[in-house]
């Protein structure tokens, strides 16, 4: 079993919706939890951490983590076509200082 | 200019041939990680280092060796025992408990 899940896609949205990027983890116990974003050819840039259940907002992204689900999430409103890119979610175990990806969902936005 | 840097950003290989990839961070982060990205897949870890002078296997450390003699330092050798080395190699930091960053990448290529 992978640690880090993520639909693979594509997924498609058009420009100004709402994309939604769905990640599953299998240590019930990981406690720090990132969405990374990643163009083709360059490295991922960290977009958002959370750490606690709920929702964090940060600009146009909104994180989701539900622990009791081992499901976090990332939204991103008023999609633009520069969102393009392959989205990584990342998760920290509580067993090392290791981290864990997924491997990634590509977004395209389609003007 | 704070930062992490990673050098060649290409580089080629013979077969037969070792070579070693830089990544060097004047962020002060006590953790440092290197990852390979293959096309379509996610991140895998080929060694972490917490401290000077210390560092542990990820999954993927076979054909590989690092040294960590300076916190700001560690590089990655990519040795004539790893048989598929053409990928894009990504070296990341991290203050103590959290958050990874990453340098721009080297792309390996086995001529």
């Known amino acids: 079993q992978k640690e880090v899940e993520q639909n693979s896609g594509p997924l498609s949205v058009p420009e100004g919706a709402i994309a939604s990027l769905n990640c599953t983890y299998s240590d019930r116990g990981s406690q720090s939890f990132f969405w990374y974003r990643q163009y083709s050819g360059k490295s991922p840039e960290l977009i958002m951490s959370i750490y606690s259940n709920g929702d964090k907002e940060d600009g146009r992204f909104t994180a989701q983590l539900n622990k009791a689900s081992q499901y976090v999430s990332l939204l991103i409103r008023d999609s633009q076509p520069s969102d393009s890119a392959t989205y990584l979610c990342a998760v920290k175990t509580t067993s090392g200082n290791q981290f864990y990806f997924g491997t990634g969902t590509s977004l395209t936005v389609i003007p | 200019d704070g930062g992490i840097t990673q050098s060649p950003k290409y580089l080629f290989r013979k077969e037969g041939q070792n070579v070693t990839l830089s990544c060097e961070q004047n962020?002060?982060?006590?953790?440092m990680y290197w990852y390979r990205q293959d096309p379509g897949q996610g991140l895998r870890l080929i060694y972490y280092s917490q401290i000077v002078n210390d560092f542990q296997k990820g999954d993927i450390a076979e054909g590989y060796s690092v040294s960590r003699e300076k916190k700001e330092s560690f590089p990655l050798t990519v040795t004539s025992a790893q048989k598929n080395p053409t990928a894009f190699y990504l070296c990341a930091s991290s203050p103590r408990s959290d958050t990874q960053y990453f340098g721009p990448g080297t792309r390996l290529t086995v001529l």
């Open positions: 962020l002060n982060h006590d953790a």
